[in-house]
């Protein structure tokens, strides 16, 4: 026969894991990781043609 402290025991144990595993919705979701990626493609971009155009600047300088 179980006891019903040894029950009891479980339940909470089971409450404060399914606690601590329970993803946070805000950054679980779709929408989320689209910004996200189209905001870190924006920055390679830009960046790209920042290092682009330094070189179209740099080259006169460089061949004279």
């Known amino acids: 026969m179980v006891s019903n402290t040894e029950i009891n025991a479980n339940d909470a144990e089971n409450k404060i894991y399914r606690n601590t595993i329970e993803p946070v919705k805000e950054f679980t979701s779709v929408r989320w990781a689209q910004t996200a990626c189209f905001v870190l493609i924006a920055i390679m971009n830009l960046s ?6 330094g070189l179209f600047v740099e080259i006169p300088l460089i061949i004279p």
């Open 48 to 53: 790209a043609w920042i290092d682009l155009q």
